[in-house]
């Protein structure tokens, strides 16, 4: 246990800190790693001179990724020169933090590059669909002084990987679920885009981590009430509005005017929201969703429904998804009635739809659809809302992702190196540094350098010496995403 004037030096210190921070705005990336990593200077063989890393994931729930996220991590963090400021801020924290500081090695990037990172990346580019098991991205030091840096950033730069390209993957999955029974029970696929709608904004650890998640799930679909996430598309791959949204209601709209006046909150909604070629969506389960339906909806409120001009979307949002929702449609379809399309599935109204918003999943969205299908009902009739399943419910071994060191140079020798423990083999790293190729048969694989040939290396170098090399926008992106779907 550490002596009390340690504590009270460290309080101190804490409050210098802070004053410190408000007067300087710009963030710290020094200080945006793991504590272990600032003594990994001292640990390197003697004459060191590059250190070359890559990214994959390894394996997890599903077998390919869409890569996406990069170009806003560079963009956040790698672009801002870090300062004399941050040096001393990160000296003197890690001497009561009990750690050592290469202050030189910091100091000689901020004078030699004027603080700018002396490092190469190279990915694949954002929104290719790649298999599991091969390298997504790969980071070596430009000076041989600064060795130890590659892998200091492993933190940041995996965090800022890992999470976008697991969420677009979740969001990606989904996509293919609900497409396959759109195919099946729909006349075609339009609407398809807005068929999963972001609601995971209140379920996210933090704004970044809605912002970050929110921009990801925009990727595969144009449907999100998550605002950061749009705004993140517009900052960081310029794209004007990415995701749109529709008045909705929530249960307080609702029980605001007693369970008595339920019939005259939802008129009064659809008097507000709704309208000629409007969607409004409002939830219906605050009492009795089977008295909502069968009384309001259908009695008290028909013509309104029917005549509006606009489509009125039901939210359930309590009980057994598949029971729930399908019991729902079908007392719609009583009630309002229904056409069969082309390939023989009921479909409501124009006028009217359903939105489950509870406890929807990849596994649930499939249940869902599948009991539909089973009620010849089509998939025209749903759309699903996904919230901290979306953004949350996941972490870094979703898909075993990690950054490993590959190969070394020492005295302009390279050596290839990786982990290989016999308590975990699936922990084997790979050896040398890589390329990333794709055969004629689209088969994608990891080799070697060495061994390109004649082949295309699928990764592009996209960062230097603190500039980012070329830019994609998020069209681009959401066009490469579609085109290999």
Known sequence: MKPRSTFRQFA?????????????MNKNFILNTDSYKTSHYLQYPVNTEYVSCYIEARGGIFPQSIFFGLQACLKEYLTSPINKENIEEAEEFLAVHGLPFNKEGWKYILDKYNGYLPIEIEAVEEGSIIPVQNVLVQV???DPKCFWLTTY??????????????VATISYTCKQVIKKYMSETCDNLAGLEYKLHDFGARGASSFETASIGGMAHLVNFKGSDTISGILSAKKYYNEPMAGYSIPAAEHSTIIAYGKENESKAYEHILNTCGGRGKLVAVVSDSYDIWYAIENIWGKQLFDKVKNH????????DSGDPITVVTNTIEMLMDKFGYHTNSKGYKVLPDYLRVIQGDGVSIEN???????????????????FGMGATLLQKLNRDTMLFAMKAS???CNGKWSEVSKNPITDLSKKSKKGRLALIQ???????TINLSRLGENKNLLNKVFRNGEILYERSFQEIRNRVEKQS
């Open 12 to 24: 101190t210190k804490a409050m210098y800190y802070g004053e410190k921070r408000r007067k300087n």
């Open 407 to 409: 190969a070394i140079c």
């Open 140 to 142: 070596i030091n430009t």
């Open 439 to 445: 055969d004629k048969e689209n088969k994608f694989s």
């Open 365 to 383: 969205i499939d249940a869902i659809l599948a009991a539909m299908k089973n009620k010849k009902q089509s998939a025209d009739n749903i759309a």
């Open 153 to 166: 950033i492993e933190t940041a730069l995996l965090r800022g990987i890992w999470y976008p390209t697991t």
């Open 309 to 316: 001009g606009g489509t009125l979307v039901i939210r359930p």
